[in-house]
């Protein structure tokens, strides 16, 4: 079946779903998005999503063209319309059509695109054995060049760093941030198990404030697990006894590898097999949030 993306109120098939060469979406990264995820029919956290689309958006000016109601809506009626229970929808608010100069005001209306589609989940066993990352020499951009909070277009500095980890054999890139404290993974954030403790680091790292992470760390405080959101460094990954990343995308990975060393037993640990089946059962469940 064809698939319908969703622009500026309207479904249209595939090739006709098409945007300007002028778009400054296109033209310079200018704009924001989001990945939410659906399961049975039902998107998880969809208005934690919206809302950070929405403070995506005021941070680079961008005045949003519908309401959040209306996003909502598109989002619901985008995954009926392909028939999708299961899948993944990338929401995308461009700056709109402008001239070949950087200035944002010369951009008429901005766009607004859905597409939804079915995910292709990491390797099952992946998720069983736990994968392999290593640190980039790629720095997150610090907050004061441009905010990992904003989920812009511009990915550049994630792109780099995933080059980096692929070019060593890894499909996911730790980033440090601009002090050399641990930040996150292109597309993942991070936590470590030490002591029986959850650590992960704080949103002032200079890391995107990720849904998947807060829900782990709602679960894991549920379970009495004692959960830190601090300054983390290299070396409290390396003496960690487990260590998983979190996404929409990946939900709850282990990681037992890191610069080709070996974390904990070299297997998922007991607590990130935990989190990871708990989180499973959340995002399944109905009215999850
Ligand atoms: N850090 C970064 C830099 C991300 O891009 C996360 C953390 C996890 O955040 P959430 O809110 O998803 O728990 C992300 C999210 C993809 C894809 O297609 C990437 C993300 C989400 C969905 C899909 O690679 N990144």
Known sequence: MTRQIYINGQLVPREKAVISVFDHGLL??????????????????LQAHVDRLWESAQAICLEMPLTQQEMCEAIR??????????????AIVTRGVGTLGLDPNKCSQPQVIIIAD???????????????????????SPPTALNPRIKSLNYLNNILAKIEGLRSGCIEALMLNHKGELAECTGDNI?????????????????????????????????????????LTQHDVYIAQECFLTGTAAEVV????????????GKPGPVTVDLKDRFHRLARKRNSG
């Not at 704009?31 to 998107?43: A, C, I, W």
């Not at 079915?118 to 997150?140: A, D, K, M, N």
């Not at 282990?254 to 037993?265: E, F, Y």
């Open 254 to 265: 282990p990681v037992v590898k890191v610069d080709s060393r070996v974390i904990g037993t």
């Open 28 to 45: 310079y990264g200018d704009g924001v998005f989001e990945g939410l995820r659906s399961y049975g029919g039902q998107v998880f956290r």
């Open 77 to 90: 009626s985008t995954l009926r319309g392909n028939s999708i229970e299961d899948g993944y929808i990338r």
């Open 191 to 231: 936590f470590l198990v030490q002591r029986g403790k959850l650590l992960t680091p704080p949103l002032d790292a200079g890391i995107l404030d990720g849904i998947t992470r807060q829900a782990v760390i709602e679960l894991a405080r549920g379970c009495k697990i004692e959960v830190l959101e601090m300054a």
């Open 118 to 140: 079915t995910i292709e989940l990491y390797p099952r066993e992946l998720y069983e054995q736990g994968l392999e990352i290593v640190t980039t020499s790629v720095t997150r």
